[in-house]
Protein backbone atom coordinates (compact mmCIF):
# COMPACT_ATOMS: atom_id res chain seq x y z
CA UNK A 1 0.00 0.00 0.00
CA UNK A 2 1.36 3.60 -0.83
CA UNK A 3 1.11 6.37 0.54
CA UNK A 4 -2.00 8.88 -1.24
CA UNK A 5 -0.82 11.73 -3.11
CA UNK A 6 -2.23 14.19 -1.08
CA UNK A 7 -0.23 12.89 2.03
CA UNK A 8 2.66 13.51 1.04
CA UNK A 9 4.94 16.65 2.17
CA UNK A 10 6.17 18.92 -0.26
CA UNK A 11 10.16 19.28 -0.35
CA UNK A 12 11.97 21.63 -1.95
CA UNK A 13 14.97 21.29 -3.49
CA UNK A 14 18.18 21.65 -2.03
CA UNK A 15 20.15 24.57 -3.77
CA UNK A 16 23.38 26.02 -3.31
CA UNK A 17 23.55 29.23 -1.39
CA UNK A 18 24.88 31.26 -4.44
CA UNK A 19 22.10 30.55 -6.38
CA UNK A 20 20.02 32.90 -4.21
CA UNK A 21 20.04 36.32 -5.27
CA UNK A 22 21.34 38.85 -2.61
CA UNK A 23 18.84 41.84 -2.02
CA UNK A 24 21.98 44.12 -0.71
CA UNK A 25 24.61 42.51 -2.89
CA UNK A 26 26.49 46.26 -3.58
CA UNK A 27 26.27 49.13 -1.60
CA UNK A 28 27.19 52.72 -2.91
CA UNK A 29 28.43 55.62 -0.52
CA UNK A 30 29.13 58.86 -1.84
CA UNK A 31 29.70 62.21 -0.38
CA UNK A 32 30.21 65.46 -2.00
CA UNK A 33 32.92 68.27 -0.69
CA UNK A 34 30.03 71.43 -0.90
CA UNK A 35 27.65 69.35 1.55
CA UNK A 36 30.02 67.06 3.38
CA UNK A 37 27.57 66.28 6.33
CA UNK A 38 24.65 64.58 3.56
CA UNK A 39 26.32 61.85 2.30
CA UNK A 40 24.32 59.57 -0.26
CA UNK A 41 24.30 55.91 0.59
CA UNK A 42 22.26 52.91 -1.10
CA UNK A 43 22.47 49.48 -1.86
CA UNK A 44 21.11 47.50 -4.95
CA UNK A 45 21.75 43.98 -6.06
CA UNK A 46 22.91 45.00 -10.01
CA UNK A 47 26.11 45.36 -10.33
CA UNK A 48 25.64 47.21 -13.62
CA UNK A 49 23.20 49.77 -11.92
CA UNK A 50 26.15 50.00 -9.21
CA UNK A 51 28.70 51.07 -11.01
CA UNK A 52 26.42 53.33 -13.29
CA UNK A 53 24.79 54.87 -9.86
CA UNK A 54 28.77 55.36 -8.93
CA UNK A 55 29.67 56.89 -12.69
CA UNK A 56 26.71 59.25 -12.17
CA UNK A 57 27.81 59.92 -8.53
CA UNK A 58 31.52 60.81 -9.49
CA UNK A 59 30.27 62.93 -12.54
CA UNK A 60 28.10 65.08 -9.86
CA UNK A 61 32.02 65.91 -8.30
CA UNK A 62 31.14 63.07 -4.91
CA UNK A 63 33.62 61.20 -3.65
CA UNK A 64 32.18 57.44 -4.20
CA UNK A 65 33.11 53.91 -2.75
CA UNK A 66 31.40 51.07 -4.54
CA UNK A 67 31.40 47.92 -1.73
CA UNK A 68 30.45 44.22 -2.38
CA UNK A 69 28.90 42.56 0.41
CA UNK A 70 30.79 39.04 1.62
CA UNK A 71 27.62 37.93 3.83
CA UNK A 72 26.64 38.74 7.35
CA UNK A 73 26.70 42.94 6.77
CA UNK A 74 30.86 42.49 5.78
CA UNK A 75 31.57 44.91 3.43
CA UNK A 76 34.76 44.49 0.97
CA UNK A 77 35.57 47.76 -1.41
CA UNK A 78 35.39 46.76 -4.57
CA UNK A 79 36.21 50.35 -6.24
CA UNK A 80 36.91 54.15 -5.19
CA UNK A 81 35.91 57.03 -7.82
CA UNK A 82 37.30 60.55 -6.76
CA UNK A 83 34.96 62.28 -8.49
CA UNK A 84 36.64 66.12 -8.18
CA UNK A 85 40.13 64.93 -9.42
CA UNK A 86 38.03 63.36 -12.66
CA UNK A 87 36.18 66.72 -13.22
CA UNK A 88 39.29 68.39 -12.76
CA UNK A 89 40.97 66.27 -14.84
CA UNK A 90 38.07 67.19 -17.79
CA UNK A 91 38.32 70.58 -16.82
CA UNK A 92 42.20 70.41 -17.91
CA UNK A 93 41.82 68.68 -20.63
CA UNK A 94 39.19 71.27 -22.26
CA UNK A 95 41.94 73.91 -21.01
CA UNK A 96 44.10 72.33 -23.28
CA UNK A 97 42.14 72.44 -26.26
CA UNK A 98 41.02 76.27 -25.20
CA UNK A 99 44.66 77.06 -25.20
CA UNK A 100 45.26 75.66 -28.82
CA UNK A 101 48.26 73.20 -26.68
CA UNK A 102 48.98 69.80 -27.88
CA UNK A 103 46.61 67.06 -26.14
CA UNK A 104 48.25 64.72 -23.91
CA UNK A 105 51.05 62.74 -25.05
CA UNK A 106 49.61 58.84 -24.43
CA UNK A 107 53.29 57.82 -23.51
CA UNK A 108 53.21 60.90 -20.79
CA UNK A 109 52.84 59.49 -16.73
CA UNK A 110 50.37 56.85 -18.10
CA UNK A 111 49.61 55.53 -14.53
CA UNK A 112 49.52 59.08 -13.11
CA UNK A 113 45.43 60.23 -12.03
CA UNK A 114 46.54 63.91 -12.77
CA UNK A 115 48.29 63.75 -17.01
CA UNK A 116 45.94 66.51 -18.01
CA UNK A 117 46.85 69.01 -14.99
CA UNK A 118 50.50 68.34 -15.07
CA UNK A 119 50.59 68.55 -18.91
CA UNK A 120 48.65 71.69 -18.62
CA UNK A 121 50.91 73.24 -16.21
CA UNK A 122 54.08 71.69 -18.13
CA UNK A 123 52.73 73.70 -21.24
CA UNK A 124 51.58 76.81 -19.81
CA UNK A 125 55.07 77.38 -18.29
CA UNK A 126 56.42 76.37 -21.16
CA UNK A 127 54.64 79.38 -22.97
CA UNK A 128 55.68 81.55 -20.63
CA UNK A 129 58.80 80.86 -20.74
CA UNK A 130 58.64 81.01 -24.48
CA UNK A 131 56.75 84.69 -23.86
CA UNK A 132 59.54 86.18 -21.30
CA UNK A 133 62.15 84.98 -24.00
CA UNK A 134 60.39 86.99 -26.64
CA UNK A 135 60.20 89.79 -24.54
CA UNK A 136 63.73 89.96 -23.88
CA UNK A 137 64.85 89.40 -27.39
CA UNK A 138 62.32 92.13 -28.29
CA UNK A 139 64.34 94.07 -25.69
CA UNK A 140 67.43 93.74 -26.24
CA UNK A 141 66.44 94.38 -30.21
CA UNK A 142 65.57 97.47 -29.06
CA UNK A 143 68.74 98.55 -26.74
CA UNK A 144 70.54 97.93 -29.69
CA UNK A 145 68.66 99.76 -32.32
CA UNK A 146 68.88 102.75 -30.02
CA UNK A 147 73.12 102.21 -29.58
CA UNK A 148 73.05 101.77 -33.56
CA UNK A 149 71.08 105.12 -34.01
CA UNK A 150 73.19 107.08 -31.59
CA UNK A 151 76.28 105.45 -32.77
CA UNK A 152 75.35 105.53 -36.48
CA UNK A 153 77.58 109.16 -37.34
CA UNK A 154 80.70 107.44 -35.40
CA UNK A 155 80.48 104.18 -36.69
CA UNK A 156 80.31 105.68 -40.35
CA UNK A 157 83.39 108.09 -40.28
CA UNK A 158 86.58 106.78 -40.31
CA UNK A 159 88.68 106.52 -36.75
CA UNK A 160 90.73 109.27 -35.75
CA UNK A 161 93.84 108.26 -36.40
CA UNK A 162 92.85 107.54 -39.86
CA UNK A 163 91.88 111.47 -40.27
CA UNK A 164 94.14 114.15 -41.54
CA UNK A 165 93.73 116.01 -38.57
CA UNK A 166 95.04 113.66 -36.36
CA UNK A 167 97.49 111.78 -38.75
CA UNK A 168 100.83 111.72 -37.44
CA UNK A 169 103.63 112.21 -39.68
CA UNK A 170 106.03 109.12 -40.25
CA UNK A 171 109.11 109.43 -38.38
CA UNK A 172 111.73 109.03 -40.40
CA UNK A 173 114.88 107.06 -38.55
CA UNK A 174 118.23 105.79 -39.53
CA UNK A 175 119.05 102.14 -40.53
CA UNK A 176 121.51 102.32 -37.05
CA UNK A 177 118.47 102.48 -34.87
CA UNK A 178 116.36 99.51 -36.46
Same mark, same amino acid.
Do not use: C
Given at each position: =?? &? /? ?22 ? %?? !????? $??? +?? @??? &???? $??? @? ?12 ? *? %? *? ?8 ? $????? %? ?20 ? /? *????? !? ?12 ? =???? !? ?10 ? +? ?11 ? !?? &?? =?? /? /?? %? ?8 ? +? ?7
Amino acid at each position: =MS &T /PKNQRQHKRKARNVKQYATPDRYR %IE !ASWND $RPD +RP @AAT &TTSD $RKK @ARALARKWADSGAY *V %I *VQENDGWHVW $RTVDE %INGPALLAERAAEQALADAGFS /P *VPPGY !APDADDRARTWLAH =MTAR !AEAARRAAVEDD +RRRRRLAVEATRD !AR &TL =MS /P /PA %IVRPEHRQRA +RHITGAQR
